[in-house]
């Protein structure tokens, strides 16, 4: 084995990426390296590309990005026991510390002290990656590469549908990018009866189409509201999925939840929003919640259950693949809108 | 409209039925008349017919039976305001007193003062039969004749899968009757991912192979506990479905069942059952779920849903449509176990 | 029994009320009619005396206001079998239709078509009140009539306290009103282990502490956050009761709020509140309730279960007695913030 | 410090054990050897003087038993963070492997792995015990000493309780061992309005006495269920908590259980229990939950903070102080059923 590879390198404190030739990390005790065979770019990955004002505040330069890839075993800890070379992988990268009281009491998603490998540590935009051996999730090779390389978002996708009751309830989903996409399959697979899918931008929409959603909607353009209310006999949505992030696709959502109805609220708005509490949660007597990561590990079972039971269609939502060193292009291509969930191939397209 | 009808009448204490003119029932100003399109068998019709021991406890003849139908009401009392002659109708024939703790804190379907119509009141296996007006379920057009008149064992099975988490589950199915059948459409529509159906009758094994069960076994030949272990990675199952009311088959159900599990009890055992608490409830952490009737109304509501999405496909289960007049040889074939879910048409089979 | 009575009248679309002597009410078959023993005034009815935006856009005068009340069965419809003459009752005043999807499925608290007795039709600030049979709440003759007569916001308390696991959790409540104050003692009662009441009146901070509040904050002198979080060992509260319906309150409680609390929200803000929805919500895994009335009718028999135990010491939030016929004093001291519950007594104080 | 310590012995497979001078226990990186200060004993300790079936067939001498226990921690291996030497520890003496599923998932406290140290590897009836860091469980020292040393049934008891709701609730306890003593306030503590305690035994009936049990009631004098179900105006009691693991103690528990009620299970029956399925569980609609051990750890959190808050008043059960040289003393005294709860003190009573 070299002792080198090829990685994605934001280098300094500036907008762009550079692939450059590193060191291969090391690992420890407890430790597994993991040869990455696909990795999947994130919205994240653009935030510190372009380095915005959240990257500016949370990344430390030099940095490999990337939370989201799978790979084969390369070399474990002596420590390690679950895992071997070659076994075919994936990781959770939440790392969490195991000792706060989110931890010890089954709510390690939302550790105190969590860190982020490919964002707060060297991530698996590069080929080979290092993961503590509590993190990696072991595959079953039925699993295709393709569907092992996203299992990250996937999993926010089923965290959020799953946060709640979901068999034969009606559904909105504001927000089409690649989590909002999924959200489409899984919740049509857990016996979701009318998927609504809310999105601005075209591109997405007719990925939303492919997904099989029920009724794609643009709120540029269309009465939302009106359409579902009728669609809904007047009742509105049982279950709210919010995967925009943004004031406006929030304040629809709820406009069109039914009166005690759930809204799952997955997407980050950059700055506080302004919502008519009154109406809109309190009279409603919604139940909102608040969706962080992925639950460990029950939603890494549950999604590759519903993989391996062949219950998911997703490829719709991978409309790229390029190899790791033309990772500038798939930027450009993200931040144009014209792509949704890109793959990367550290050794090239095959 | 004529003042009376044909309709299937247990007459006295003793075992058989015969087909009689009598009136056509009377409807009080909260009541409706509905004129029955089509019947279905439930297996209680067939304790009522046999004159078992059960139905000596329970059953006052003279009495009309059948719980299980649709049709299009006929005429609506004068305070009746949510349906009207025409509308296409099955109901819920549970008839809760209202009153009682258990109704006043959402759990009607455990009412302590229920009556059931076709046990303790006359039923729908008849040209006409009288509902109050609350226990009507109005049908949107859509939903077929067929399925319209089982919603009755159809929601026994929605009330069961339902009644916890089902996505991204294994589920073992104890019992293979109408209802086990119809659950293993609906939790393979909400997202479970492996159904194994369980079930010692040939012909029953037959028609759960073509629900698409994953795995129909039967447990007086192999050896089911090693099969579904093997299956689940060593596990068990996270779902027991125990529909047979036989102690067999529910030990052999939380033998199977994994530690963490939930076990809903919906087969009725005609004598007590011994079980080793120890291992299968205490150790194991299982949570057990006595399932009864459906929720009034949650679960018409989901079943509607589904049957709406065209999530459920029902048709293996219904084997047999005879005219109501043939009532005695639709329960010679039930005794001998050569029908699964039997159509009963008042005016004959068209 | 006398043709006319005293009561609360607001004649017109204009600030004040009257006591006027008017027609005691008719009754239908399914009602009853109820001496007043004694009522309650409620926030609302100070928004409708001072005709204040929301009054103006919901009541219709003339109108009886008054929907805290409890009292003596003077007379039952024909149709009524559940309560009888001389009965010591209550009510649930919130009627709903019993026939939306709400209604349906043991939501019936958030009715879609709820009407208010006191808001949208006569109330009980009267010598006679007449109320639907189903939304009598039948007293036993145990508990204390000034408890009887503020059932309804002790309900509110309850139905927000036990809207999630309150034993051996940490609380902040937020805002100090009467059903504030009700809610420490519920809190209390139900295994809460620290409860922060916090509130900007001096006045209701000195009922707070009588209530036996662990610790009474000030937000406008105090550095809140700080003290809530090394009182937790620097986690955060468990819970947040939210009870001022002001955005300062609301912000304040969810930054005390621990990552996975949970948040519920009864106060009721006038307009649109910003909020962090990154970090309050969706960053921390919160879990957020609106709390509307009362579970119909759950809560009703929880709060009667924790009277009649004695678990519940109400008696420092109930500040005045006064005659109905004081009225507009009473209007007056809760408009300067000098009182916390004031009871009205038709008949005058004994 | 010494090398060899004190240790109650069980040397060889049959009844009794002996006081023994032993090596003080080794501990590796991450793991902590505490100094024993106060150790409580529990029935298992009891099977295991006895040698019982159960103990044959489970133990494998020689053992040092002992499971409950607080200390001081003596030192700590080198990658041990999160206590230090001088630190008031108890622990969670359940040691899971926290690699299958159900330590992935949250339920690490029915681990498929789990080893009980006390039953499995040598416990705490010593001076010294060696637990690993993840088990530790560090203490307030406002937490009296003997509380400290009862944490393990205590948290049996709140596991139980706070298994479902409990607050407002009615409670039946079936078995006044130490666990179901402390049952009864730990469900007081957290809300319950009446606590029925039935036990067949007269000395355990009067401690359930002094812990404050509304009604205690002795099934082998008296009518249970009518009395119980004149309590409850009819309807039963809402939670049946377990403790006693016999036949006629579940049947009766059972039997005085509401439609709809929860039963949490901890009382382990020694071989197969015959029950009604039919009429207890599945036309009751009831829910049962097996209750294993504590969760980890979110039980350690709940009863440490209703300790702190000075909610439990748990003196009446600890009947008993004596030296551990005493202990077979001790176990005579179980074995007659006239102690509840006995503390030992490795280095005698002070």
Redesign the interface.
């Known amino acids: 084995m070299a002792d080198t590879m090829l990685a994605v390198v934001k280098p300094e404190a500036k907008a762009g990426a550079e692939i450059q030739d590193v060191k291969i990390p090391k690992f420890g005790p407890n430790e597994v390296l993991v040869k990455v065979k696909v990795a999947s770019v994130c919205g994240t990955d653009v935030h510190i590309y372009n380095w915005d004002a959240w990257a500016q505040s949370r990344i430390h330069p030099p940095l490999i990005p990337g939370h989201e890839f799978c790979g084969e075993v390369a070399a474990v800890g002596d420590e390690v ?2 895992v071997k070379e070659g076994d075919f992988v994936s990781a959770e990268m939440h790392v969490n510390c ?2 706060c ?2 931890c ?4 390690a ?2 550790c ?1 002290h969590v860190k982020i490998i490919g964002v707060d540590a060297n991530g698996a935009f590069a080929e080979y990656v290092t993961i503590p051996e509590s993190n990696i999730w072991k595959l079953d090779p039925a699993i295709p590469l393709e569907y092992a390389s996203i299992l990250d978002p996937l999993g926010n996708a ?1 965290h959020t549908v ?1 946060s709640g ?6 559904v909105a989903i504001t927000g089409c990018g690649p989590i909002g996409l999924f959200a489409i399959a899984v919740a049509k ?3 979701a ?2 998927v609504f899918a809310i999105e601005v931008n075209e591109y997405r929409r007719k990925v939303a189409e492919k997904m099989k959603a029920d009724l794609v909607l643009d709120p540029t353009t269309q009465d939302v509201k009106s359409i579902i209310m009728e669609a809904t006999d007047g ?1 509105g949505v049982d279950v709210l999925l919010e995967m925009a ?1 943004h004031k406006d696709a ?1 304040r629809l959502g709820f406009d069109v939840l ?3 109805g759930r809204a799952s ?6 700055r ?7 109406n809109d ?12 990561g992925r639950k ?3 939603t890494w ?3 590759t ?2 993989l ?2 062949g ?1 998911l269609d997703l490829h719709p939502v991978i409309t790229d693949r390029i190899a790791m060193s033309d990772f500038s292009k798939g930027m450009e291509m993200l931040n144009k809108g014209t792509a949704s969930k890109i793959l990367l191939y550290p050794n090239g397209v095959k």
Do not use: W
Request: charged fraction near 15%.
């Open positions: 026991t679950t195991g000792k009281y989110q010890r009491t089954g709510d998603h939302i105190q089923v799953l009751d979901i068999a034969a309830k009606t697979a857990c016996g009866t009318k009742i992030g929030i039914r009166l005690g609220l997955l997407g980050i708005p950059s506080p929003v302004e919502l008519n509490f009154a949660i309190i009279f409603k007597g919604a139940t909102i919640l608040g969706i962080n460990m590990y029950q079972y549950q999604m259950a519903l391996k039971a219950k």
